[in-house]
């Protein structure tokens, strides 16, 4: 039987109504955030992100072969799935949002689309920091448990790598989200063109490539420099860089957010 | 009485498609209804009063201030969109959790709160814990509603709310306008349920083909419409000796006699100077009249009229 209608206290007209601060629209986020991971639907995914690559790594680096072992995780986890959870999850940041039709509500709140889009950015980093690194932590399980010797030194540098690299990637993505539907592809081209092409090139243009970066600081670990010669010189600049690659992008993602219209026919379509 | 919004000269285009096309209009506060068929330009409206939207050209104004991009302003302004669009995976409870801390609710005030309103919108509460992707449309409205309320908001703009409700949801909703209403908050409603928007608002606006054809309180309205026939429909003793007294008369646009119910139903030009006559033609015919009813002053009618 439904409840008695309760009528509404009015609030005294004298009292000042109140914009909400970023905190309290970070942890508001967070539970609309939480609340759509923790569904029946998404544990498989969610199981499936945190152990399939566990799983494929124990499968496919046999006992002491550190050689496997650091092309897995240089090529395959690095170069490849970090980037793709970063595109698929960021890409997805405001898109989700705008397909499912509940961006309105969020729009029209008392919050600037500057939080907004910040809040969910913050939460969708915090959330993949947190898979992604126990990802990272399995894989030097496996690395352990394969008797890969250098384990130890791969697991800090690999840690540190995706603390900075995962942001970078991430920021990317959500613009590309919010700039077309179709972020996957441009995710796409953007990898060739940026991160394989650009971040070849011997030049300073490389200085754009966030794999570039994360070669970089992968090379803080003996194994990974001497197994692909690369150098560690320049790590800090390589951090700034990420974390400056990071805000450029963020901040340009922002000024669409805030500059965008989500209503109507044309603007859904975009 | 001062506007609460305030459009001058607004125009609204998706590329080369109209939304709402230089119009000029006044909100006052009370109930407000925003009537028009599909694609009149009714939600652009709402969507450029709520900021989510740009004019392309003109002027808006909500409580004196321009509402694209304007959180300040968001404080004052209560916004259910139209359709069933909640965020799925969380529950009622949750979602308003989320909401009310968006909307600048401290920790401590939020509970309560969110009690109040869905007792408020009668959702029933077992729901409330439950994931809103499990909820019919009707409880989708009523949660949608609530979210719009938990602020307590000066302003209160509902695209369609009565959509998916049953007859009983409607007329509490109504009702729960209606309470909101007095208490001093404004109210802006936009349903193609007519019958329903006419008990609830005083004022209107009427849209069609992004234009605002009408606006104001049902009567003036009316007023404001040259050529206005209406009609009317008498139950009397004899209806045939009083249509041939008005059609003698020349006040008769047309009539239709119903000799077993005893009805005429007629139309007149000009009623301002029919109805100056009206008692006296009355008289004059002799007949015992035993019912009179205007048939042209209800919403639909009106609507139709200045959407002819």
């Known amino acids: 039987m439904n409840p008695e209608p309760a009528t509404l206290p009015v609030r005294d007209a004298s009292e000042p109504k109140r914009c909400p601060g970023f905190a309290a629209s970070v942890g508001a986020l967070w539970t609309l955030f939480w609340g759509a991971l923790c569904t029946g639907r998404r544990v498989p995914w969610l199981l499936a992100l945190l152990f399939l690559q566990p799983v494929f790594a124990w499968f496919s680096i046999p006992d002491q072969r550190e050689g496997a072992l650091l092309e897995w995780t240089a090529n395959l986890y690095l170069g490849l799935m970090i980037p793709i959870y970063c595109l698929m999850t960021g890409g997805g940041l405001i898109r989700d949002e705008t397909q499912a039709g509940t961006l309105g509500y969020l729009l029209t709140r008392p919050v600037s689309r500057a939080r907004i889009f910040l809040g969910k950015y913050l939460c969708q980093l915090f959330w993949g920091e947190i898979i992604l690194g126990a990802n990272s932590l399995f894989l030097v399980v496996v690395a352990y448990v394969r008797g890969v010797e250098s384990w130890l030194s791969i697991a800090p540098v690999l840690l540190l790598t995706q603390l900075f690299v995962v942001p970078a990637f991430l920021a990317i993505s959500a613009l590309l989200g919010l700039i077309s539907r179709r972020y996957v592809v441009l995710g796409v081209v953007y990898g060739f063109l940026v991160e394989v092409g650009i971040g070849q090139i011997p030049t300073n243009i490389n200085v754009l490539s966030v794999s570039r970066h994360a070669r970089t600081l992968m090379a803080n670990s003996t194994a990974f420099a001497d197994r692909f010669g690369w150098e560690a010189e320049g790590t800090l600049w390589s951090v700034a860089s990420l974390l400056i690659i990071t805000a450029v992008f963020l901040v340009l993602g922002t000024i669409w957010f805030t500059l965008r219209e989500f209503s109507g026919p044309e603007e859904e379509k975009k | ?308």
């Not at chain 2, 330009?41 to 201030?65: H, Y």
């Not at chain 2, 814990?129 to 009707?138: L, N, P």
């Not at chain 2, 007149?268 to 002799?286: I, K, N, T």
């Open chain 2, 1 to 308: 009485m001062s506007a609460i919004i305030e459009g001058k000269e607004l125009s609204r285009w998706y590329g080369m498609v109209m939304g709402l096309n230089h119009i000029s209009f006044e909100v006052r506060p009370g109930l407000t209804g925003l009537v028009g068929p599909n694609g009149a330009g009714k939600s652009t409206l709402i969507n450029l009063v709520t900021g989510q939207l740009r004019p392309s050209s003109g002027d808006l104004r909500v409580f004196g201030e321009v509402p694209w991009n304007n959180p300040r302003l968001l404080r004052r302004l209560g916004f259910c969109p139209e359709g069933e669009a909640v965020h799925q995976d969380v529950t009622a409870r949750d979602w308003l959790k989320a909401m009310g801390r968006l909307t600048g609710l401290a920790g401590d005030a939020i509970r309560p709160r969110i009690a109040e309103v869905l007792q408020r919108v009668r959702l029933p509460r077992e729901a409330w814990d439950r994931r809103m992707g499990q909820f019919s449309k009707g409880m989708r409205q009523r949660v949608k509603l609530a979210q719009s309320l938990l602020h307590d908001p000066d302003l209160l703009i509902l695209d369609e709310p009565m959509n998916g409700l049953d007859p009983m949801g409607r007329q509490e909703v109504a009702q729960i306008l209606r309470e909101l209403a007095r208490s001093g908050k404004s109210i802006l409603i936009s349903s193609h349920i007519l019958a329903e928007l006419e008990a609830l608002a005083r004022d209107f606006l009427i849209l069609n083909w992004g234009k605002i054809l009408a606006s104001g309180t049902r009567q003036e309205i009316r007023a404001d419409l040259s050529q206005w026939s209406e009609q009317l429909l008498v139950r009397c003793d004899d209806p045939q000796r009083l249509a041939r007294h008005l059609f003698d008369a020349g006040v008769l646009l047309g009539f239709d006699l119903d000799l077993d119910e005893k009805l005429l139903r007629f139309r007149v030009q000009d009623p301002p100077a029919f109805y100056d006559r009206w008692l006296g033609l009355l008289l004059e015919s002799g007949t015992t009249i035993h019912e009179i009813r205007s048939e042209s002053r209800s919403l639909r009618q009106i609507f139709e009229r200045v959407t002819a």
